[in-house]
């Protein structure tokens, strides 16, 4: 290597307790330091901006994560942040390794590696580097190394979210790593053509490198290649995966695939911020369910108990009042504790679809100022997120939630019937406080895009009810809580492929529906910003003349929907029933199961028994 960046990795260690058994696991986290001291020569010359430049550039690799990588410089330093974490986690797991053995062919019964998506999928060349220009293994041994430590889990079936990176900068920046890959694509190619001998096309489409202009490395690709096991998160997302995105792949290591869908930690998502749910539920049931979910299974007895509701009912009073305190001291906006949470709180991404959600608060705003005279149920929609810095749609989806906002909220024709809040600088922090007061939260992706989610199946364990598509984990959550307490609606995912297929026409949907081309209007001709009037052009434009995402072919359902919500809303009783049902049914969606049936599937680990005295604890 010549004219090469040198970067210390420094350790940063953090002790994670597990849950009442003596347990303490450590994360180990690195920070990019300049492997050189300060350039007093360089300095005391003259050039002061350079000496201090050169002192800093190594520390701005793990800065901010996942910088902006619309430009050149974002991808490059993108590129640096991940071969920086791979290129430290691997030197430090080798040398742990090497204290206790030299022999490389024990390493796969001692080290597991999960490509948690492609992020780090760069490791697996780093880890060819070090096994054959430092520890001098020959080629097939280290190749046959490798591929028994790596397995992989997907987490998107968006073909523009599959990670590519341009053979240019890969070659500039890691030129040995570029070398590899490239070798190990000649060699999988080569092994695939002797078992398909006569098709070229097949080569084409798996190849790790995408003949455009601009060559481009597939990293999805590498990672199936080099991995053990690829993994989906939940059912349907797996099945897509197997049938479309990596169906070639699939027919080549049917084996290697298998589906772990998702989970959530009950400590935190239901014991740490719902306190007063998990005492009337330890009340009814112990407190066996904190390490063992599925025990909520015993709510079911009581879901039709008046008094066992009406403590439910208190406690997500509580938590209302509580966000709607919180709101208040932190942003001056009032909501009432007494109207319908509806509650949206997730990236902000136009496969996740917030703006259909808008188009529906802005049709329901349009029915109000029509028809006064109607009893309209009060409702606050509260909506959360962040855009990554350089998504312009995302960013306009936002800019026109908060206009919409300001417009409802202050309309006097609307008597706080209506209520609408981005709550800003949306984190754990804030969803922690926001899921617990939810009534009805909204999972609306288009189906077929959402690999799973876990905002659903952390709302319903504090006994939200959840509206949304038949897509990603919503399935399995309809699966366990029954058709009848869930609100779905929508295009199933063979319903939308079979409709884009076929030359699916937007504009059909927006001439058949009156309510839904007024929405659409009001957005286009600067109603909600009377300043910047052309501001919302490109998103009406999206919708009107492309809608990939089908925001307006699912609209009516949509809107039927909402309607049903409102319907059940009216009947406590039944509302409640729906909400303990919900909760009790939400034992599959544990981080638990999820991550034992990964311990036991992908890295082949056995529960150990820890000896303390007076007690053994697994």
């Known amino acids: 290597w010549v004219e090469t960046e040198e970067v210390l990795a420094m350790a940063y260690d953090v002790p994670i307790a597990g849950y009442g058994n003596h347990t303490v696991n450590n994360l180990r986290l690195w920070s990019a330091k300049p492997s050189k001291s300060f350039d007093f020569q360089l300095f005391n010359s003259g050039d002061y901006i350079q000496a201090v430049e050169e002192t800093q550039r190594s520390g701005t690799i793990s800065k901010v994560l996942y910088p902006n990588d619309q430009g050149f410089s974002g991808k490059e330093l993108r590129l640096k942040q991940q071969y920086f974490f791979v290129a430290a986690s691997l030197q430090d797991i080798i040398q742990r390794f090497k204290t206790h053995s030299e022999n490389f062919e024990s390493f796969p019964e001692h080290v597991a590696i999960q490509l948690n998506d492609t992020h780090p999928s760069i490791a697996i060349p780093e880890l060819m580097r070090i096994f ?6 020959e080629w097939n041994e280290a190749w046959s190394i490798t591929t028994r430590v790596f397995a992989y889990t997907n987490h998107t079936v968006l073909p523009e ?3 590519r990176w341009s053979v240019d900068l890969m070659g500039r920046l890691l030129p040995r790593h570029l070398e590899i890959i490239y070798e190990i694509n000649d060699l999988f190619l080569e092994s695939v053509k002797k078992q398909f001998p006569d098709d070229a096309d097949l080569l084409r489409r798996i190849s790790f490198i995408e003949e455009n202009d601009h060559k481009q490395i597939r990293m999805p690709y590498l990672s199936i290649v080099g991995s053990h096991t690829i993994n989906g998160v939940a059912e349907l997302h797996t099945e ?20 772990k869908t998702n989970g959530i930690t009950p400590r935190l998502w239901l014991r740490n911020v719902n306190p007063e749910l998990s005492k009337i539920i330890t009340a009814k049931i112990g407190d066996g369910w904190i390490t063992e979910l599925q025990q909520l299974r015993q709510l079911e007895a009581f879901a039709d108990e008046p008094e066992f509701q009406q403590s439910w009912r208190s406690v997500k009073r509580l938590k ?26 997730k990236r902000i991404h136009e496969y996740k679809r917030q703006l259909l959600n808008i188009l529906h608060v802005i049709f329901l705003y349009n029915q109000m100022l029509e028809h006064p005279e109607l009893p309209f149920v009060p409702r606050t929609f509260l909506f959360g997120g962040k855009a990554a810095p350089g998504y312009y749609m995302a960013k306009l989806i936002i800019n026109l939630a ?3 906002a300001r417009v409802v909220n202050h309309d006097p024709a609307m008597h706080g019937r209506l209520k609408v809040v981005f709550v800003p600088n949306y984190n754990v922090s804030v969803a922690e406080k926001m899921i617990p007061a939810t009534d009805i939260s909204q999972h609306i992706s ?9 905002g659903n199946m952390k709302f319903i364990l504090n006994g939200a009810l959840i509206l949304g598509t038949m897509d990603g984990a919503n399935i399995e959550i309809a699966e366990e809580v029954g058709a009848e307490n869930i609100f779905t609606f929508g295009m199933s995912s063979d319903e939308v492929s079979s409709l884009a297929k076929s030359g699916y026409n937007p504009r059909v949907s927006y001439q058949h529906n009156p309510g839904l081309r007024e929405a659409l209007s009001m957005i286009n001709t600067g109603y909600f910003n009377r300043d910047k009037p052309h501001l919302y052009n490109d998103l009406y434009n999206s919708l009107v003349f492309e809608d990939k995402y089908m925001l307006l072919e699912d609209f009516a359902s949509y809107v039927e929907c909402q309607q049903r919500v409102i ?14 049902l919900n909760t009790a049914a939400s034992g599959k969606f544990s981080s638990d199961r999820t991550i034992a049936e990964y311990a036991k599937d992908i890295w082949e680990l056995e529960p150990v028994t820890v000896e303390l005295p007076g007690k053994k604890v697994r």
């Not at 995105?245 to 695939?257: G, Q, S, T």
């Not at 319907?567 to 303990?580: A, C, L, N």
Request: aromatic share 12%.
């Open 132 to 137: 054959v220009d430092e520890e001098d293994l």
């Open 161 to 163: 979210a599959l990670e």
């Open 240 to 259: 897509l995966l197997k049938t479309t995105v990596f169906k070639d792949f699939y027919k080549l290591f049917p084996e290697r695939f298998q589906n």
């Open 320 to 345: 209302k009042e509580q966000l709607a305190y919180w709101l208040k001291q932190n942003g001056g906006i009032s909501i009432d504790p007494e109207s319908l949470f509806d509650v949206q709180i």
């Open 402 to 404: 908060n206009d919409v």
């Open 446 to 454: 288009t189906a077929g895009t959402e690999a799973s989610g876990t």
């Open 567 to 580: 319907k059940t809303w009216q009947d406590p009783d039944k509302w409640t029933r729906m909400s303990i």
